[in-house]
């Protein structure tokens, strides 16, 4: 394993399913320090700050018998000052052909990932411009999922796929690629030999047969999107649609799964009926909603969500959370499909805070089980997630080093949402909340500060020491307990590495709790509830007990 050995992880999937040990905390490890490589990758350096993308225009060529890809994409920004470089990337194993700024072959510099394009003359600030990156070579397979594939399904047809997240849009395509800065809008046209489909973002707004054996497909994206969630998906896909209202939904399977594909895929239209209510409109109308077959687990690709989950319930036909919940619906279906609000709509605008998209995916898949299956349920679900949460790091890494923050980031990112929901105490009130937090941050980059601000803004309290004891730090907080039989009482406080840590919590019996308000000083509570029977509401509340 590297030393980020959650640096290749597509969306959930890197480690198989109860892979991970119990929720034993081992000592706190210490970042890695960041590579030069990581420094190139995830800084907001002065070169990608002093422009703002517009829109992307990816042609290219895939041959599958080659295994090679060409093309360009001609990028469009607009500079926020004047300057003579920008930074873009693509990896190292694939070439640059040129870069042409009007008839002018532009020079350029290349660092590891990193390619620094140099213009004659000074671009002037709020200029747009437009640049055509030629490239081509052999793409490379990496990790489990992901970068770009050629494989073969298994009737031994092509079946070319991408998932990059993590790796970068840059292991196959030319892109400044980061979170932070997304373009407004994307066209991608893909040529691929004829008896072969391409399905990927947003609308198919044409198909030309090229006379060559080739036929390209043109897709018109028209709405922001990450980098990672551009995609291809070539292969010999069958279709069928259905609506919900006026939203599209299309699916691609291959032709000897589709009546499985019929009947799982049916998941899709209530999730996404749930989805929109809890949270608001469904975020990429304009572009529909597809579900597409692929040869790994799954991905949240925006508009064009990619599934691979044997077409059955679970996660891999496993119980993912393990507490008899997970088995009533598709794992992939639910939690890739709602990186469409979480993820692709809101978007951490560095890796560094991806919880953003992690954990609130995670909270979302709680979300979706309240509404088909009820609360209690949901809390199961939850808390089965506490199996899989270490507390050896803070879910939040540094900024700017491309650091993918560990697993927790998902199942204590939906627990500490939970935890936030039980502070807020009123499920009226945090129905309300979740959808104004979507309507606030919709179609944004943002950040863990900005989170802070919205709840601390609108439930009037300072939820910021919650926040950073949940994020910011490995371990969750303890509320120790002295129990004075002899008097009936119970003195209590918070064991947190927040200095002014506090937060309320239910106690007592279960039946009758009582909601106390614990800070890290000494508090003391009249209770007739012996010590063996005093329990602690850690199933509203991710919190650990220390009974002395
Ligand atoms: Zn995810």
């Avoid at 499920?427 to 500060?449: G, P, V």
């Avoid at 910021?464 to 009936?488: K, M, V």
């Amino acid at each position: 394993m590297r030393l980020k050995p959650l640096s290749h992880l597509i969306c959930l999937v890197l480690l198989a399913p109860g892979a991970l040990a119990p929720a034993q905390a081992p000592p706190q490890q210490a970042p890695p320090a960041p590579s030069r490589a990581d420094i190139l990758r995830g800084e907001y350096s002065s070169w990608r700050a002093n422009n703002d993308l517009l829109s992307y225009d990816l042609d290219i060529r895939v041959d599958p018998e080659k295994k090679f890809i060409s093309g360009k994409n001609t990028i469009r920004f607009k500079m926020l000052k004047d300057d003579t470089r920008i930074q873009l990337d693509l990896f190292a194993n694939l070439n640059v052909d040129k870069i042409l700024l009007g008839p002018t072959e532009l020079k350029y510099t290349r660092e590891l990932g990193a390619v620094f394009v140099d213009f004659p003359a000074p671009l002037k600030k709020n200029s747009i411009q437009s640049i055509e990156f030629h490239y081509s070579g052999s793409p490379r397979e990496t990790g489990r999922f992901g970068g770009f594939s050629f494989r073969k399904d298994p009737a031994g047809r092509h079946w070319i796929t991408t998932a990059c997240q993590g790796v970068g849009a840059s292991v196959w395509w030319p892109n400044k690629d980061q979170q932070q800065d997304e373009v407004e809008n994307m066209r991608l046209h893909v040529a691929i030999p004829s008896a072969l489909t391409d399905v990927s973002n947003g609308r198919l707004v044409g198909k030309t047969d090229l006379g060559d054996g080739y036929t390209r497909y043109d897709w018109a994206i028209s709405y922001p999107t990450n980098n990672y969630c551009v995609s291809l998906n070539i292969g010999h896909y069958e279709h069928f649609s259905d609506k919900l209202g006026d939203l599209t939904m299309d699916f691609y399977c291959l032709p000897e799964n589709l009546e499985k594909a019929r009947r799982q895929f049916a998941q899709a239209k209530p999730m996404i009926g749930a989805f929109q209510k809890y949270f608001g409109e469904y975020p990429f109308k304009r572009d529909g909603y597809k579900l597409i077959e692929v040869p790994y687990s799954g991905m949240e690709h925006q508009s064009a969500v990619t599934y691979g989950n044997h077409f059955a319930n679970g996660y891999l036909e496993r119980d993912w959370t393990g507490v008899g919940v997970s088995l009533k619906f598709d794992f992939i279906i639910i939690h890739e499909s709602a990186h469409e609000w979480f993820g692709n709509s809101v978007t951490g605008s560095d890796i560094s805070d991806m919880w953003i998209q992690e954990g609130w995916a995670t909270y979302a898949e709680c979300v979706y089980v309240e509404a088909m299956f009820g609360k209690e349920d949901a809390l199961k679900y939850v808390n089965g997630y506490k199996s899989k949460v270490r507390n050896s790091q803070p879910i939040i890494t540094t900024r700017g080093a491309n650091q993918t923050p560990s697993q927790d980031q998902y199942f204590k990112g939906a627990l500490f949402l939970n935890t936030l929901r039980s502070v807020i105490d009123n499920d009226a009130r945090w129905r309300q909340l979740l959808r104004a937090y979507y309507d606030r941050f919709k179609y944004r980059n943002i950040l863990t500060e900005d989170v802070v601000a919205f709840f601390n803004q609108r439930t009037g309290k300072n939820l910021t020491p919650i926040f950073d004891q949940y994020l910011r730090r490995a371990a969750i907080p303890a509320l120790e307990l002295r129990f004075q039989e002899s008097d009936g009482s119970v003195s209590y406080r918070w064991k947190a590495d927040i200095k002014d840590f506090a937060m309320p919590v239910k106690v007592g019996r279960r039946a009758d709790w009582r909601l106390i308000q614990p800070t890290t000083e000494w508090k003391t509570l009249k209770t007739e509830v012996k010590k063996e029977d005093f329990e602690v509401a850690t199933d509203l509340y991710y919190v650990d007990v220390i009974k002395n």
